[in-house]
């Protein structure tokens, strides 16, 4: 499909194990976002790219948490030793063009459970 | 604090009402703001951008009032299909590129 493609769509995983989230964007977009939303809550910033330059990670809540986007496309989010409180839907989304933002398209998601 | 905020809600009105809702915002650099649209269990969607002027879409009408920080939207003749949660967007501090988001005001429209 043309939209924003997230993988895996549910993962449950062991606490202490390492988890990596996939997001591929709409081809083109030059930006690229990640958020992380609890229930009945909106959309966390964690980090962005444009490009393959990582421009902001001070939403990231810890240095467990990292991401990365080598080749301006496909971007990984990974968190390492995960916790209970890591549990959440991770979001992904992508718009057009870098300064001023535009209208962001955003993926499926992935929801995590840590247990 | 926050960067965006936003009465959380919910609103429970009856069809054909008018509704509004309302943000604010803490970067005064901030140069873009949207609304978006969540519905339940799926991801957020553009509802519509909002420019100095204002700005209308057909039912739905966003304010700006850059010099008290302050965002709105208006919902005319409330449909059943309008309940979802809307979700107040800037562009945040320090970086002028990302995009930060309220935690939504939620609304729910009954017959």
């Known amino acids: 499909g043309a939209g924003v493609s997230q993988s895996p769509r549910y993962k449950v995983t062991k606490r202490g194990q390492d988890v990596a989230l996939r997001c591929d964007p709409i081809s083109g977009h030059v930006s690229l976002y990640w958020y992380r939303q609890a229930l009945g809550q909106g959309p966390e910033f964690l980090t962005y790219f444009n490009y393959e330059a990582q421009q902001d990670k001070s939403g990231l809540p810890n240095d467990r948490f990292s991401a990365e986007r080598p080749e301006g496309s496909i971007s990984t989010l990974t968190i390492q030793r995960t916790e209970q409180r890591d549990s959440a839907m991770y979001r992904c989304?992508?718009?057009?063009?870098?300064?001023?933002?535009?209208?962001?398209?955003f993926g499926q998601g992935t929801r995590l459970t840590v247990v | 604090r926050k960067e965006v905020e936003q009465d959380p809600g919910p609103f429970n009105v009856p069809e054909g009402a008018t509704v509004a809702f309302n943000c604010t915002y803490s970067n005064s650099a901030s140069q873009s703001f949207f609304w978006y649209r969540q519905d339940c269990r799926k991801e957020p969607k553009l509802l519509m951008s909002?420019?100095?002027s204002g700005n209308e879409d057909g039912r739905f009408t966003a304010q700006l009032n850059r010099a008290s920080q302050y965002i709105s939207l208006l919902i005319r003749d409330s449909k059943l299909s309008d309940s979802a949660t809307y979700l107040c967007v800037v562009n945040g501090k320090g970086s002028q590129g990302n995009l930060i988001f309220g935690k939504g005001t939620k609304l729910s429209v009954k017959p």
């Open positions: 989304a992508s718009s057009r063009r870098t300064g001023s933002p535009t209208e962001a398209f």
């Open positions: 909002v420019y100095s």
